[in-house]
């Protein structure tokens, strides 16, 4: 079945610091990748997406490549400022009888510190 | 920006209770989601929902769940008889469908704690 793997986490960088975050997949066929993040508090944030291989997403500093060769969609960001602190999720979806659901890795806490 | 929005924010029952979380979907979206997350876990998939019938469920969305559409607005799901594993942050998505479009927005999530 279809599966999202993530780097664990809590991830603490200083501000300014270099982030990635690692997400590799399972799936049949082609999937449309994802990037959540949460806010402390909030609900899950759609940050980007890549629907077909090589597409690279892009929101807010932060990116991403659909790298099918390596089923990886990493997520990056060159600064991270202390308003980036949230959890991130990595989900994939793949077109299936009819309800398109998602499937999400486990998350990865992300602290930014000044 | 329209967004989805769900009540209560948190809803505290116990064991063996029924209870109904409610989520108003953006409005000219066709599809819904209900997905939920316990406490340190990944989010999960519980069920997809359009033209007034369920389209897919997991493993989980077993005979204590159901979901329904009431009204125009309205997206509900039902707990028949909760159970302690039952605690989780359960979240509700929509998406429009037109256009090929196939992002989901989530809404806050409703915090269930059986006791």
């Known amino acids: 079945g279809n599966s999202v793997t993530q780097m664990e986490g809590p991830v603490t960088l200083s501000e300014e610091a270099f982030l990635t975050i690692n997400c590799t997949y399972t799936a049949t066929g082609y999937p449309s990748l994802f990037w959540y993040v949460q806010y402390p508090g909030e609900g899950l944030q759609l940050l980007l997406k890549?629907?077909?291989?090589?597409d690279k997403g892009s929101n807010k500093g932060f990116e991403a490549t659909y790298r099918k060769e390596t089923t990886s969609f990493h997520l990056e960001k060159g600064s991270v400022q202390v308003s980036d602190s949230a959890v991130y999720f990595c989900a994939l979806r793949r077109l299936t009888g009819g309800g398109n659901k998602l499937t999400f890795g486990t998350g990865t806490q992300l602290k930014v510190e000044l | 920006e329209p967004e989805v929005t769900q009540t209560p924010s948190h809803q505290v029952t116990q064991m063996g209770q029924e209870v109904i979380l409610r989520c108003v979907p953006i409005?000219?979206?066709?599809?819904f989601y209900w997905y939920r997350q316990i406490l340190g876990q990944k989010v999960e998939f519980l069920v997809s929902?359009?033209?007034?019938?369920?389209?897919?469920k997991s493993e989980i969305f077993d005979d204590q769940f159901s979901v329904e559409r009431p009204d125009g607005s309205n997206f509900t799901l039902k707990i028949r008889s909760t159970k302690l594993e039952d605690s989780a942050m359960y979240f509700c998505?929509?998406?429009?469908?037109?256009?090929?479009?196939?992002?989901?927005?989530f809404g806050p999530g409703t915090r269930l704690l059986v006791l």
């Open positions: 409005s000219n979206h066709l599809y």
């Open positions: 998505a929509s998406r429009g469908g037109s256009g090929g479009e196939e992002t989901q927005y």
């Open positions: 890549a629907t077909k291989a090589d």
């Open positions: 929902f359009y033209n007034n019938e369920i389209s897919e």
